[in-house]
């Protein structure tokens, strides 16, 4: 009985470090693909943020799973995909407002201040129109400050840009803290 609890103990833990988020790989690669995309193993589109964010959580170690994933080939007929220069992908991976959801549903982050962003964390902002809000931009930290984090993104593809720089074209915005 002792032997089975502790046998169960260890490949619980083993299974928690080998799925716990690394910040440092992460910030790795959103600065090694900021400026030209891992076009081998990703598709790129016009409005590609969303989808270069979820690349970086993707290398920090966040898996993929049925809810949120981007693989190369075609849907197959029972699935509920999306199809792009020949990778197949859900909406999570590639629309803000599902990532979101997705990341906040399945407890993988939670919505925090901004002085409690690391590397690794989103921000995401919106416009807002007359009766809708838009979330439509996701950002990748690299850099931490209480104020003013350093971040990078695609869509215009900036290494180096900042929370204030993005915020001041923006109606709104959210912190994304990883808490996996």
Request: proline share 3%.
């Amino acid at each position: 009985m002792i032997c089975k609890s502790i046998y169960f103990m260890i490949i619980f833990i083993f299974i928690s470090v080998c799925t716990a988020y690394d910040r440092k790989k992460a910030r790795e690669y959103a600065k090694n693909y900021c400026k030209n995309p891992n076009k081998e193993k990703y598709p790129i589109f016009d409005a590609d943020c969303t989808n270069f964010a979820s690349q970086v959580l993707k290398n920090g170690g966040i898996l993929q799973n049925d809810d949120w994933y981007c693989i190369k080939g075609s849907c197959s007929w029972w699935e509920t995909c999306k199809e792009y220069n020949g990778f197949r992908f859900k909406k999570s991976w590639t629309v803000v407002d599902d990532l979101y959801n997705y990341l906040i549903k399945s407890k993988i982050a939670r919505e925090c201040s901004p002085k409690d962003l690391k590397p690794g964390d989103l921000i995401q902002y919106k416009k807002s129109g007359w009766f809708f809000d838009d979330w439509y931009h996701t950002t990748i930290v690299v850099e931490q400050n209480p104020t003013n984090p350093k971040l990078v993104y695609h869509s215009s593809n900036k290494c180096d840009s900042n929370h204030s720089f993005v915020k001041d074209k923006s109606d709104g915005f959210r912190a994304i803290c990883i808490i996996k």
